[in-house]
C-alpha cells in the first residue's frame, strides 16, 4: 500500500514536470539512444516482460518493448535502444511518463501544424492518465501512452507519412475507447462504446474484454437494459468476407456479455461490414477505427 501511494505520488509529479517541459520547444535534440548497446537493452527488456499484464506499469513496459522491437527490425538502431531503456525502467516500478516534445525534432508549426496537434494529444492523454485510467483501464492506457510516444518518434523521422501512420491512428483509437470507457461507467444510453479489434482478427483484445466486462457488470445491475451491438470491418478485402468478419466480432461481443451474466433475449447482434466505417478511408486501407463492435445501450 505505501509503494502503491509513493508510486502514484511519483506519477503525478513527473506528469506535472513533463507538462511544464511542452512550453519550449527544441530542433536539434541530443541522441537519445546509443546504437551499441541496443541488442543488450532490448534482450533485457523481453526478459523481464510479464506475460498477460493486467496493471498498468507492466502493460506499459510490454508496450515498450513491442515499440523497440518494431524500430529494431525498421533499423532505428538508437531508438529502439531508447524505448528499450524505458521498458526496463517500467519493469523495475519506475514512473516513465510520455515523451515531451522538447526531447525530439518536432517540424516548426508554421509549415506542418505537428507541434500543435502533438501538444493537444498530449495533454489529452496526461489529462486521462491523471484522472485514472492507469487503474480504471490500465492496458488502454500503456497503450495510449506507447503509441503516442511512436508518434512523436515517426513525426522525427518522417513528418511527410507521420499524420498517416498506424502510432497516430492507434493512438487516436486508444484514446477514443478510454474516453469511451467513462462514458460506459455513466451508462450512457445511446452512446455507442467501441471495441476495437486487431487486423483480420475476431477475438476480443484484452482492452475489450474490460470493457465488455464491465459493461456487463453494469446491465446485471439495471435488469431493464439492452444493448445493440453493431460490428464494422475495415474497408480491406471483400464486402462479402467483412460482413462476415464484422458479424463474427459483433458475436464475439454478445458472448463475452453473455459469459458475463447478460442474458440472451436483452442482446441485439447486427453487422455491416465495411459499409459504414467510422472514419472514411479509400478502399484497401487498413484503418483501425474502423474495426469495430459499436455496443448502443438501451
Not at 273 to 281: I, K
Amino acid at each position: 500500500m505505501q509503494k502503491s501511494r509513493i508510486l502514484g505520488a511519483a506519477w503525478a509529479l513527473l506528469a506535472g514536470l513533463s507538462l511544464a517541459g511542452c512550453s519550449t520547444w527544441s530542433d536539434n535534440p541530443s541522441i537519445r539512444g546509443n546504437p551499441q548497446t541496443a541488442s543488450w537493452n532490448l534482450s533485457n527488456a523481453k526478459a523481464g516482460v510479464t506475460q498477460n499484464a493486467t496493471a498498468f506499469v507492466p502493460a506499459l513496459a510490454s508496450e515498450y518493448v513491442q515499440l523497440a522491437t518494431t524500430l529494431d527490425q525498421r533499423g532505428d538502431v538508437a531508438d529502439a535502444d531508447y524505448f528499450a531503456r524505458k521498458a526496463i525502467a517500467a519493469e523495475r516500478g519506475v514512473a516513465v511518463p510520455p515523451e515531451a516534445l522538447t526531447a525530439w525534432a518536432i517540424p516548426m508549426d508554421n509549415a506542418t501544424g505537428f507541434r500543435a496537434e502533438l501538444t493537444a494529444a498530449r495533454q489529452r492523454l496526461v489529462t486521462a492518465l491523471d484522472g485514472g485510467a492507469r487503474n480504471r483501464v490500465p492496458a488502454l492506457a500503456a497503450r495510449a501512452q506507447a503509441s503516442f510516444d511512436c508518434w512523436i518518434e515517426r513525426v522525427e523521422k518522417d513528418w511527410a507519412g507521420a499524420s498517416k501512420s498506424e502510432c497516430r491512428t492507434a493512438f487516436l483509437a486508444a484514446m477514443d475507447q478510454i474516453e469511451g470507457k467513462t462514458a460506459t461507467a455513466a451508462m450512457g444510453v445511446g452512446t455507442p462504446i467501441n471495441v476495437f479489434f486487431e487486423f483480420g482478427k475476431t477475438s476480443l483484445t484484452r482492452e475489450g474484454r474490460e470493457i465488455v466486462g464491465q459493461l456487463a457488470a453494469q446491465m446485471k445491475a439495471n435488469s431493464k437494459a439492452t444493448v445493440t451491438i453493431l460490428g464494422k470491418a475495415d474497408l480491406t478485402g471483400s464486402d462479402a468476407a467483412n460482413l462476415a468478419l464484422s458479424r463474427r466480432r459483433a458475436e464475439a461481443v454478445a458472448a463475452e456479455l453473455r459469459r458475463g451474466g447478460v442474458a440472451a433475449n436483452r442482446i441485439t447482434v447486427q453487422s455491416v461490414g465495411m459499409r459504414q466505417p467510422p472514419v472514411a478511408t479509400a478502399k484497401g486501407v487498413r484503418e483501425p477505427r474502423n474495426r469495430v463492435v459499436e455496443i448502443t445501450l438501451h
